[in-house]
């Protein structure tokens, strides 16, 4: 768990940063704390695994639809990799 210190030090990186990029797995979705030290609209680039359910997948692409490119293209791969996995 989170300290309320660490929790400053993460919204204060967050806030100084130029680039936010969450590296999160399937796992962390769905499982909100009770600090949130960044927001949806904070975040440039999303990196997760394939194993996120389609509903997470959604929500970023249309919160972050004008923010930026990259993360549509990172979370579209990630849907089309998880309805078609490679052979």
Partial sequence: KDTFKEYK?????INKSE????LADKEKFG???IMTFAEVT????????SGVEEKY?????QKLFFRSYLIQVL???N?????????
């Fill in 79 to 87: 849907l089309l990799l998880s309805k078609y996995p490679p052979m």
């Fill in 31 to 33: 499982n909100g704390g």
């Fill in 57 to 61: 997948l959604n929500f970023f692409i």
């Fill in 42 to 49: 904070d975040i440039d680039i999303l990196i997760t695994d």
């Fill in 9 to 13: 030090v993460k919204k204060n990186i």
């Fill in 75 to 77: 979370l579209l791969v």
């Fill in 19 to 22: 680039m936010v990029i969450l």
